[in-house]
């Protein structure tokens, strides 16, 4: 069977004068000569992306799309109608958005993260800005602390919603947030906590008594460096800890605190100074 919107191993049957006709065994699929690869001769195996076109028919493609069904996306709007939008997908093929399925109005010209899914109706791809419909609430393949992959959806009022390894969704605070952050980016995230009703806190810096202690010899590398003085101290604001760190100013003094503790350093309000060895 044939998976609209994916990738499909597909075998090649013969050229024709328009294009490649390819099956699975069951259904034969034509891939036009622009969509088809150089050099495909009859019987190769060929993996190619399907969709259906405006007649309705299954069209091979060897062009790669941003996204395939059932996963997240951050898409720009090729054209809007009263009805709905088109987003560029990446192929000669956009994907439709109707109204129904936008969390705010689309223009054309603006980009969105949106999900790609099939139409049950009509095997149609489409897509959604109503992410929450479309991620798992439940059932997490991570625990506090875990690394994870997140693609910043949207900025609400609290901080930035984030896609979480393309099946979850969870919040990054404002307060927590010392880079610039833009919907569509791709980061490297942790999980912070995971609340009893399923909502996910995330944050951009490792957390964990591990990540104290290897900041801990950061920090003394470059006090080491840098003739035994760091102009940053208990006073010095988040957006400079971060810049030079890229770590919140909680973990800068949770790990400061451990090499003032052990007397290897001191603090003062805008620095920190090694101790000299007698």
């Given at each position: 069977m044939i998976d609209i919107g994916k990738f499909n191993y597909l075998r090649i049957l013969q050229k024709t004068d328009v294009g490649i006709l390819l099956t699975d065994g069951e259904t034969e699929v034509m891939m036009p000569y622009n969509h088809a690869p150089k050099i495909a001769e009859p019987g190769d195996i060929i993996n190619v992306f399907t969709f259906l076109n405006k007649e309705g028919k299954i069209i091979a493609t060897?062009?790669?799309?941003?996204?395939?069904?059932?996963?997240?996306?951050?898409?720009e709007v090729t054209d809007e109608s009263e009805d709905g939008a088109y987003l560029d997908l990446g192929i000669d093929k956009d994907v439709y958005v109707p109204k129904r399925d936008q969390k705010r109005p689309m223009k054309k010209g603006e980009s969105y993260v949106v999900y790609?899914?099939?139409?049950?109706s009509n095997g149609?791809?489409?897509a959604s800005s109503r992410l929450s419909?479309?991620?798992?609430?439940?059932?997490f393949e991570f625990e506090e602390g875990d690394e994870v992959s997140l693609l910043i959806a949207e900025e609400t009022d609290l901080g930035f919603n984030a896609i979480i390894n393309d099946r979850y969704i969870g919040l990054l605070y404002h307060n927590e947030v010392f880079d610039n952050v833009q919907p569509g980016d791709m980061r490297k995230g942790w999980i912070?906590?995971?609340?009893?009703?399923?909502?996910?806190?995330?944050?951009?810096?490792?957390?964990?008594?591990?990540h104290i202690l290897d900041t801990k010899d950061v920090l003394m590398q470059e006090l080491k460096k840098y003739n035994g003085?760091?102009?940053?101290?208990?006073?010095?604001?988040?957006?400079?800890?971060?810049?030079?760190?890229?770590i919140s100013k909680k973990a800068y003094r949770k790990s400061i605190g451990g090499l003032y503790k052990d007397r290897l350093i001191t603090v003062s309000d805008y620095e920190i100074r090694l101790v000299q060895e007698d």
């Open positions: 060897n062009q790669t799309p941003y996204a395939t069904v059932d996963e997240f996306a951050f898409l790609v899914y099939l139409d049950e149609r791809m489409l419909d479309y991620v798992e609430d439940k059932n912070k906590k995971i609340r009893v009703e399923g909502k996910i806190d995330l944050t951009l810096q490792p957390t964990g008594y591990g003085v760091i102009p940053l101290g208990d006073k010095s604001s988040p957006e400079e800890i971060y810049e030079r760190f890229k």
